[in-house]
C-alpha cells in the first residue's frame, strides 16, 4: 500500500478494516473502522507514530517495505489496535526504540512484553526536534486509558491526539467532512470517551493551547475542518443536553409496549423529543449515541421470573458502565404477580448520578388507571426538562 503525504514529510498510514463488526466485543461498526498510523520524516530521525492493530499486520508492514530506518516508534497509548504490531516493528528496525511516558511504558512491557532497553521515556511537555520538525508531546490522560497522550508538530501545525477525535469509520477518503464523520465520530465517542467527560473538558483546554491546523486521530478520518471535531466533543462532554427522553425498552406481551407507546405520545405532546430503542434487538452503539445527550432515560421492562428482562438488566448495566451526564432517570415495568424489578435495576444503576425521579409498575395491560400514572410520569419528566439552565450545571 502506498503511504499518502498529507505535509511535507509527513505521511499517513491508515489501515481500513472494513468488515469488522465489533469493536471491544461490544459496540457494532456498521462502518467498520481504522487503525491509522502516522510517519514522520525529519533530516535527523524517522518517526512512527503508533502502528495498527495485529489482525492486519500484513497490510501495515506494506507501507514499511521501503522504509529502511525508523528510529523511533511514539507509542501514545498502549491499547493493542495502536500498540499491538510495535513489537513487529522492533524486530525490522533493530535500531528503532520506543518513545512514551512512564506509564505507557509499564503497560507495554506487562502487555507486549517490550523490554525497558528498547524504550525511551518522555514527559509532559517535552519537545523533541527531528530535523526541520519539532514534536511536543502532550499528556492527555483518561481519554480513555490513564496513560494516553498526543504529540504536536509545531511547523505543520498537525495534531496527533490517539483515540481522542476518532471515529469508528473504514474509508479511502484522507479527509472527514462533518456529514461523513458525524455519526461514526458520535458513536465512537459514546463508548470510549463518554465515562470520562470530565477528562476530555481538562485535555480540550490542555491542547487549546495550540493552533491546530489539521487533527490525525488514530481511528477514521484525517480532520482539517478541525472546530467541527473539537465542537462536537464541547458540545456532548459538557454542552447543554438535548429536551430529548431516550426509552430503552423490550416487551413479551404488549404491555410493556403499551405503556411505552402512551409515554411517548404524552412526551410529544408536552414538546419532547423522544429516541425509542428496542432492546429486543437494538445496536447497542445506537443506545450509547442515544445516551450521550439525552435529558432523561427510561427503562421499561416486563418482569420475566422476578426480575427485569436480561436485557433491560443489560441496557442498565451498559447506562452504568458509559456514565452519561443524563440529568433524570425512570422506570417502568408490568408484571403478573408480583417481583422485584425495580430493586434490581436500581441496584445495577446505584453507581448514576441521575436521579431516580419515578416509577411506574402496571399490572397486566394498562387501563386508564394506569395510562394516568404514565401521564403523570411524562408531566414530570417534561418539567424537568424546562428547568433547562439548572438541569445542565
Ligand atoms: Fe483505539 Fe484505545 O484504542
Known amino acids: 500500500m502506498k503511504m499518502v503525504e498529507i505535509s511535507n514529510g509527513v505521511y499517513s498510514l491508515r489501515v481500513n478494516h472494513f468488515n469488522r463488526k465489533l469493536f471491544d466485543a461490544l459496540i457494532p461498526l456498521p462502518d467498520g473502522t481504522s487503525y491509522n498510523a502516522y510517519l514522520l520524516m525529519g533530516t535527523k530521525h524517522t518517526v512512527l507514530l503508533d502502528t495498527a492493530d495485529p489482525e492486519k499486520k500484513d497490510l501495515f508492514l506494506d507501507y514499511l517495505k521501503d522504509i529502511n530506518k525508523i528510529d523511533f516508534v511514539v507509542a501514545h497509548h498502549a491499547e493493542q489496535d495502536h500498540s499491538g504490531l510495535i513489537p513487529v516493528v522492533l524486530d525490522k528496525y533493530p535500531q528503532c526504540k520506543v518513545l512514551t511516558n512512564e506509564k505507557c511504558a509499564d503497560l507495554l512491557k506487562t502487555h507486549l512484553h517490550i523490554k525497558d532497553d528498547r524504550i525511551v521515556l518522555i514527559k509532559d511537555g517535552e519537545k523533541m526536534d527531528i530535523g526541520g520538525k519539532t514534536l511536543e508531546f502532550v499528556f492527555i490522560p483518561w481519554v480513555h486509558w490513564p496513560e494516553t497522550f498526543a504529540t504536536y508538530l509545531h511547523e505543520d501545525r498537525i495534531l496527533f491526539p490517539c483515540d481522542f477525535f476518532g471515529s469508528h469509520l473504514a474509508t479511502d477518503e484522507v479527509y472527514s467532512t462533518p456529514e461523513m464523520v458525524y455519526e461514526p465520530m458520535k458513536r465512537y465517542y459514546a463508548e470510549i470517551m463518554m465515562p470520562f467527560s470530565a477528562n476530555i473538558k481538562s485535555n480540550l483546554e490542555k491542547i487549546s493551547k495550540f493552533e491546530i491546523k489539521t487533527i490525525c486521530p488514530s481511528h477514521g478520518p ?18 447543554e443536553l438535548e429536551n430529548k ?3 430503552l425498552y423490550v416487551s413479551m406481551h404488549n404491555s410493556t409496549y403499551m405503556m411505552v407507546d402512551r409515554l411517548i405520545s404524552k412526551l410529544n405532546d408536552y414538546g419532547v423529543m423522544v429516541e425509542k430503542l428496542n432492546l429486543e434487538d437494538a445496536d447497542l452503539g445506537r443506545v450509547a449515541m442515544s445516551l450521550v445527550d439525552s435529558k432523561t432515560v427510561v427503562i421499561a421492562t416486563p418482569t420475566v421470573l422476578g426480575g427485569p428482562h436480561p436485557k433491560a438488566i443489560y441496557a442498565a448495566y451498559l447506562f452504568s458502565l458509559l456514565r452519561p451526564r443524563t440529568k433524570n432517570l425512570a422506570v417502568m415495568f408490568s408484571y403478573g404477580w408480583g417481583g422485584k424489578t425495580v430493586e434490581f435495576l436500581s441496584g445495577v444503576l446505584s453507581n448514576s448520578k441521575a436521579e431516580l425521579i419515578g416509577q411506574v409498575g402496571i399490572k397486566g395491560m394498562p387501563n386508564d388507571d394506569a395510562y394516568k400514572l404514565i401521564d403523570t410520569l411524562a408531566r414530570e419528566i417534561s418539567e424537568k426538562h424546562l428547568k433547562v439552565g439548572a438541569a445542565n450545571k
Open 222 to 239: 484525517i480532520h482539517n475542518n478541525v472546530n467541527f471535531p473539537i465542537d462536537c466533543y464541547k458540545k456532548w462532554s459538557f454542552g
Open 245 to 247: 427522553v431516550s426509552v
